[in-house]
C-alpha cells in the first residue's frame, strides 16, 4: 500500500542561460553575504566574476576552499565567520559539495550547544531553532542538492562521512544555468550522470506498493538520462543537452518520486564508507556496488528488476532469471559506456579486505539497510567481496 505522505519542496529554481544576474533580485538587498565556493573552478570560468557583478553594493564576505566531499573541519572556520562577522545570508557557488557544506553552515552557526558535529552523527538539529538563509548557483549537475533537503558531511580526522536532512536546509532558490557546466572535466559529467541514476534506483528498485506515478516519473529520468548521456558528455558543450541532463539530475533527488514509496540507499551508504576509507569519488563508490548490490538482493527485487529491465532496457523475452542477469548487465554496460569501472578492483582496492573494513564498520554503527533494514554487515561484505 502506498504510505501517507506530506510533499513540501520551497525552494524556487531559476532555470536557464543567462539567469546570473537573477542574484540582485532573489537575495535581500541589505543582506551581509558570505559567498561559498571550492577549489577555485569559479574563478577560471568566469562565474564568480557573474556572482559579484550581480551582487551589486551588498557587503560581501568570501571563503574558498570547500574541498570535494566538505570537511567538516573547514567548514567549521565558516562557521566561526559567519557568528563573528554577523552574516545573514549564504549564497553557495558550486556543486553539490559546496552546497552541502553551505547547509551545515546554516544550522552550524545557530547552533545552540557544545559539539556542532552532533548535527550530523546525533540530535544537534533539535538545538537549531532557525538557520542562516541560503541560496545557490549549481554549476555541477549530480547530487540534487539543489532543491532537496539533505546534506552529507566528511570528517577526515575520523575517516568518517554521514548525511543528515532537515526542513531547515532547504535552500531557498537555485540558479541553474546550463552554461556554467561547460567547464565540467567530462569525469564530472560521467560521475554526476551515474549519481543521478542511481538516486533514481535507490527510490524505484525496491518492491512494488501499487505506485504507478511514482514509477512511471522514476523510469521517465532513467530514460531521460540514458537519452542524454552521450550529448551531455561531448565537447564543445551542447545547451539543450547540457539542459536535460541539469534538470533531470535535479529531478532525481528533490523529494518527488519517493513519495509514499519504499527507498533503499544502501547503496549510498555502504559508497559513503568507501570514500571515507578509500577516498573514491562519489559517484565512484556507487557505479562499484549497486550492480552487485542488484545481484545480491536479486530475489527481494525480483518484481522491480522485471518491471525495469522491460520498461526501461525494453528485456522481456527470457525466463526470470535471465532477464534479470540482462537487466544488471545492461546497468552496468550503461555506466561503462560513460568510462564508469563497476568494481573495486579497477580503483587498486582488495574487495575481500574492503569487505571486512565496511562490513565491520555497518555492524558497529548498529545499521540495517535497504528497503527491508535487512542488510547486515555480513551481507555488505558479501555485495564487497563480488565487486571484482
Ligand atoms: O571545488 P571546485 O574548484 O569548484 O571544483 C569542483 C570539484 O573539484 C569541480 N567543479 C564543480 N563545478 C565545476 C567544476 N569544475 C569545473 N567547472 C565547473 N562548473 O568538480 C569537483 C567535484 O565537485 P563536488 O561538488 O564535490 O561534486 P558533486 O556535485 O558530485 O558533489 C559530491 C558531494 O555531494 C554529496 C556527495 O556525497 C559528495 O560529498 N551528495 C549529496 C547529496 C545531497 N545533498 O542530496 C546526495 C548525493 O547522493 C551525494 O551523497
Ligand atoms: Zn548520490
Redesign the pocket.
Known amino acids: 500500500m502506498i504510505s501517507n505522505f506530506t510533499f513540501y519542496n520551497p525552494t524556487r529554481i531559476v532555470f536557464g542561460s543567462g539567469s546570473i544576474p537573477r542574484l540582485n533580485k532573489l537575495i535581500p538587498k541589505k543582506a551581509k553575504v558570505m559567498l561559498l565556493?571550492?577549489?577555485?573552478?569559479?574563478m577560471?570560468?568566469g562565474?564568480y566574476d557573474q556572482v559579484v557583478t550581480a551582487l551589486k553594493k551588498r557587503e560581501v564576505l568570501e571563503f574558498g576552499g570547500?574541498?570535494?566531499?566538505?570537511d567538516y573541519d573547514t567548514l567549521m572556520k565558516a562557521v566561526k565567520q559567519v557568528k563573528k562577522k554577523q552574516v545573514d545570508y549564504l549564497l553557495a557557488v558550486?556543486?553539490?559539495?559546496?552546497?552541502?557544506g553551505t547547509?551545515f553552515v546554516s544550522v552550524a552557526a545557530a547552533y545552540q550547544g557544545d559539539d556542532p558535529w552532533e548535527i550530523v552523527a546525533g540530535d544537534g538539529l533539535k538545538k537549531v531553532k532557525k538557520a542562516v538563509p541560503f541560496g545557490t548557483v549549481l554549476?555541477?549537475p549530480?547530487?540534487?542538492?539543489e532543491m532537496?533537503h539533505?546534506?552529507?558531511i566528511?570528517r577526515r580526522s575520523t575517516q568518517e562521512?554521514l548525511?543528515f536532512g532537515s526542513d531547515l536546509v532547504f535552500p531557498q532558490f537555485s540558479i541553474l544555468d546550463p552554461e556554467?557546466?561547460?567547464?565540467?572535466?567530462q569525469k564530472?559529467i560521467r560521475?554526476?550522470i551515474v549519481?543521478a541514476y542511481v538516486?533514481v534506483l535507490e527510490q524505484y528498485l525496491t518492491y512494488p506498493v501499487g505506485q504507478i506515478l511514482q514509477d512511471r516519473q522514476a523510469e521517465a529520468l532513467l530514460l531521460s538520462l540514458i537519452e542524454v548521456a552521450p550529448k551531455a558528455m561531448q565537447f564543445p558543450p551542447d545547451y539543450n543537452a547540457r539542459a536535460n541532463f541539469m534538470w533531470t539530475a535535479t529531478n532525481a533527488?528533490n523529494h518527488l518520486i519517493n513519495r509514499g514509496v519504499p527507498e533503499d540507499w544502501a547503496t549510498?551508504d555502504i559508497g559513503?564508507e568507501l570514500?571515507a576509507l578509500y577516498g573514491l569519488?562519489?559517484?565512484e563508490t556507487l557505479a562499484a556496488v549497486l550492480p552487485w548490490l542488484m545481484w545480491y538482493k536479486r530475489k527481494e527485487k525480483q518484481a522491480k528488476l522485471l518491471q525495469y529491465g522491460y520498461r526501461v532496457f525494453g528485456i522481456k523475452t527470457q525466463k526470470y532469471s535471465e532477464r534479470i542477469d540482462k537487466t544488471i548487465e545492461a546497468t552496468a554496460a550503461f555506466f561503462h559506456s560513460l568510462g564508469m569501472p563497476t568494481t573495486l578492483t579497477a580503483y587498486g582496492i582488495d574487495p575481500d579486505e574492503a569487505a571486512e573494513r565496511v562490513g565491520s564498520r555497518i555492524d558497529a554503527r548498529g545499521w540495517q539497510l535497504g528497503e527491508h533494514h535487512d542488510i547486515t554487515g555480513k551481507d555488505v561484505a558479501a555485495i564487497l567481496r563480488l565487486s571484482q
Open positions: 565556493y571550492g577549489g577555485g573552478s569559479i577560471k570560468n562565474i570547500i574541498e570535494p566531499n566538505p558550486g556543486g553539490g559539495s559546496v552546497i552541502d547547509k554549476t555541477l549530480a547530487t540534487g542538492s532537496n539533505n546534506a552529507v566528511s562521512k548525511s556554467t557546466t561547460y567547464s565540467l572535466p564530472q560521475n554526476g549519481d538516486h533527488l549510498h559513503h570514500t569519488a562519489h559517484a
